[in-house]
């Protein structure tokens, strides 16, 4: 067990130098932590379970997002907690112990990147890097208050990354502030340093909006009063999301839930795009792990047990529908937001669960979170969650989408932005 100091944030500790001791490389100075499922030459990648750790030979090689960091004048100081397989997105885990939340200490940290985040809110890397296939890097980086990057799918190489599903696995990042977080994005994205650009629109999701608890005071308000500060108020433009979903992503009617459309706290259309997603997941997931589970039946902690199991179980059904759901919800998105525009929601409809909340109660709150995250997961567009403080002594986010491959313009986008949006907090 890590001990008290670390927040238990870490599976083991170490110094992983870079190559070059020069002092003007874009990270030069900067410490970082590497999620579990990240390949590092020699070591055993543990992917969050000690029974895969025992069945799987050290890495030969380091994942090239690894290398990239280390080459951009990074320092690791060690591997970091996560959820078993991937498969989860509240950060506990049975064998290597739940990183405490330094934002909210009875509160769950989120995964299944749950180490890399506490490692950067309680201020031991000044970065760190996550997965996101559903929800890692977004979800740990609101319940503990601090940036968190889920790029573009395929922008950022998975090679040396254990897979949860590769439809929608992705190499993301945590940061304290968004200069790291830019400068981070520019080296793993390999992209020029650029100018700001000023979004054309930016879009509020209406109806996610209504549906977070948090008052639309504290979060929606403050992102509008902050852009027409910055831009003007012509950016800011209304529409609801799910509506956009349902007349424009014609696949997804047969994951529409024809039983019970009027249970509040669900848009129907978006549990549909979540469910598409859970189940292309799992077929995945059971073709990367399947005969591995069934084989050495490993020791899997409550929740995530049932669920790995009823993926190894599963058949392939719709998986061919799941396809065009995706390529539809693109074209759709793509649409709507123009080169330059940008959609604004809630990272997450609700606080972030207690610890050892019960696993039932888990599974309708986790319904209404896939519902919000999974419209990037789907698209493959980009979305960086953005911290505005503390609200009834809970983290606050704020979450921006862009389309795919204008990763480079949402990270100046959330520099840019971020000192007003400070201020409108303040403020209150």
Not at 170 to 188: H, S
Not at 198 to 203: E, G, N, R, V
Not at 224 to 251: M, Q, R, T, Y
Request: with cysteine.
């Amino acid at each position: 067990m890590a001990i008290d100091s670390d927040h238990g944030a870490f599976v083991e500790k170490f110094l992983l130098r870079p190559p070059s001791s020069s002092h003007d490389l874009p990270l030069s100075g900067l410490t970082f932590a590497v999620k579990d499922i990240f390949d590092v030459a020699g070591r055993v990648t543990g992917f969050g379970n000690p029974d895969w750790a025992r069945t799987h030979p050290a890495a030969e090689s380091t994942a090239p997002a690894v290398s990239a960091i280390l080459s951009g004048g990074a320092t690791s100081i060690g591997i970091t907690v996560m959820d078993e397989m991937a498969y989860c997105m509240n950060g506990e885990n049975k064998h290597y112990g739940t990183p405490r939340n330094p934002c909210a200490p009875d509160r769950v940290p989120g995964g299944s990147s749950s180490g890399s985040a506490v490692a950067v809110a309680a201020g031991l890397a000044d970065f760190s890097l996550g997965t996101d296939t559903g929800a890692s890097v977004r979800v740990p980086a609101s319940y503990c208050g601090i940036f968190g990057f889920r790029p573009s799918h395929g922008v950022i190489s998975t090679s040396g990354v254990t897979p949860l599903a590769q439809s929608f696995d992705t190499v993301g990042w945590f940061a304290r502030n968004p200069a790291i977080l830019n400068r981070v994005g520019r080296v793993l994205l390999q992209l020029p340093d650029t100018g700001p650009v000023i979004p054309t629109q930016l879009i509020i999701a209406e109806d996610c909006f209504q549906l977070s608890t948090v008052p639309s005071s504290r979060v929606k308000q403050v992102l509008v009063d902050s852009v027409e500060k910055l831009f003007g108020g012509h950016v800011i433009k209304h529409a609801n999301i799910g509506d956009v979903v349902k007349d424009k992503v014609p696949s997804l009617n047969s994951f529409l839930d024809k039983g019970n459309p009027s249970e509040e706290y669900i848009i129907p259309s978006l549990a549909a795009l979540s469910t598409a997603n859970r189940l292309l997941v799992r077929h995945e997931f059971k073709s990367n792990h399947g005969e591995w589970v069934s084989t050495v039946r490993p020791d899997l902690g409550p929740g995530i047990a049932e669920r790995v199991w009823a993926a190894v179980r599963s058949t392939d059904e719709n998986v061919d529908v799941c396809h065009y759901v995706m390529t539809e919800l693109r074209a759709a998105l793509t649409d709507l937001l123009g080169d330059f525009g940008v959609l604004a929601m809630p990272t997450v409809p609700r606080d972030p669960p207690k610890l050892r909340t019960d696993p039932t109660t888990l599974d309708a709150f986790h319904a209404r979170a896939f519902s919000f995250l999974s419209i990037a997961v789907v698209s493959g567009f980009c979305q960086v969650s953005i911290p505005l403080g503390m609200h009834d002594n809970l983290p606050v986010s704020v979450s921006l989408l862009a389309k795919h491959g204008s990763d480079g313009f949402l990270l100046n986008l959330v520099e840019t932005l971020y000192d007003t949006l400070k201020e409108h907090v303040g403020k209150l």
